[in-house]
Every structure is written in structure tokens, then in C-alpha cells.
């Protein structure tokens, strides 16, 4: 398979002739992303794996119903969302677990000296305000900030309106800047 196609050319490729090559591609393309995804959410390999394994399942078999509507990495980023989502609220889990909080904790005796103390203070700060957002708050501001996405897209994987998500982010940076007591995000 002709590994200059993109993503949609692949697609159609596919839906007329040779399905093992064109899922191989896109898995190939996307699979580090998808566990990364999954590893941000759930904070656990192995879940991870097994989600990006089911993700993908999921997405091959579903493929007939890409309607490039959007672009195929933000339906797959999209399904992969909704999929740990749906795996981490059937399993009424958190994303954070006592094993973390005790690494962190225990990350705060090994800080070099070379380390400004007032960043690590700030980060561990953003880490606490954090975990105590809601998982809706807290994953738009991980869409904006760690994942880079711009508000379009945020709006198109959450099936929202730009406004929504422009209020739903100043609203979650809002509550950050309260937990921490200081100025953390760049408006």
C-alpha cells in the first residue's frame, strides 16, 4: 500500500480492495497517538494497550461509517475519548490512583538543586487543582493545553458550538487560577 496516501485516500482504498493493508497503515499512523490518548486518561499502561487494541477494533470495524465530515484523525481521536470515557465510567474509576498520588509525593524528596523550587511548587499546585476538576474540566483544558488542539477542534470532537467551548475553557482555566492562587494559563 502506497504509504503517501492520506489518510482518507487510504479509506477508500480500503472500501474496494484491500482491507489488511489499509487498517495496518492507519494503525501504524496512529497507534502511538491512540495509546497516548488513553494513557493521559486512564494513567495506566496496561489499560492503555488494552484500550488502544479495542479502539482500533472499534474503528476498523466502524470504518464504512467515516463520512469525512471532519478529518479521520479527529474521528479517531473522537472514538478514542468517548471509548476510555465510557471504559472509565463503567468501571466508576478515577483517573488518578493512590499509587500516583504516592509517587508524586515521593518525587517532591528528589528534586535536584539545579530545579527552581517556585516551578516545581507551581506544578505541584496545578497538579492538585487539577485532580480536583471535574473530568469534563479538566479534559477541555488537556484538548487546549497539553494536546494543542485549537477551539474548532475541541468543538468537533465534543459536538459543541465554538462559544461553548470558549466559555467552557475560560470557565475550567478560571477555576485552576482559584485552586492555585496564581496566574497559570496565558489567556
Given at each position: 500500500m502506497n504509504l503517501k496516501l492520506n489518510d482518507e485516500e487510504v479509506i477508500r482504498q480500503y472500501l474496494t480492495s484491500s482491507p489488511n493493508d489499509c487498517f495496518e497503515t492507519l494503525y501504524n499512523r496512529y497507534v502511538n497517538k491512540v495509546y497516548n490518548r488513553c494513557y493521559s486518561l486512564t494513567k495506566d499502561s496496561e489499560k492503555a494497550q488494552d484500550f488502544t487494541h479495542d479502539i482500533f477494533i472499534k474503528m476498523f470495524s466502524h470504518l464504512d461509517r467515516?463520512?469525512?465530515?471532519?478529518?479521520?484523525?479527529?474521528?479517531?481521536?473522537s472514538i478514542s475519548y468517548n471509548y476510555c470515557m465510557d471504559q472509565l465510567r463503567l468501571g466508576n474509576r478515577l483517573t488518578m490512583t493512590a499509587l500516583e498520588v504516592e509517587d508524586e509525593e515521593s518525587d517532591t524528596h528528589a528534586i535536584s538543586t539545579d530545579e527552581p523550587v517556585d516551578l516545581e511548587y507551581s506544578m505541584q499546585q496545578l497538579s492538585r487543582a487539577m485532580k480536583s476538576l471535574s473530568e469534563e474540566e479538566a479534559m477541555i483544558l488537556r484538548l487546549k493545553y497539553q494536546d494543542d488542539m485549537d477551539i474548532r477542534q475541541i468543538a468537533n470532537l465534543l459536538q459543541l458550538k465554538d462559544s461553548a467551548v470558549k466559555m467552557r475553557l475560560k470557565r475550567s482555566r478560571d477555576k485552576v487560577r482559584q485552586l492555585c492562587g496564581a496566574t497559570i494559563f496565558a489567556d
Open positions: 467515516f463520512e469525512e465530515r471532519s478529518t479521520f484523525s479527529t474521528w479517531l481521536y
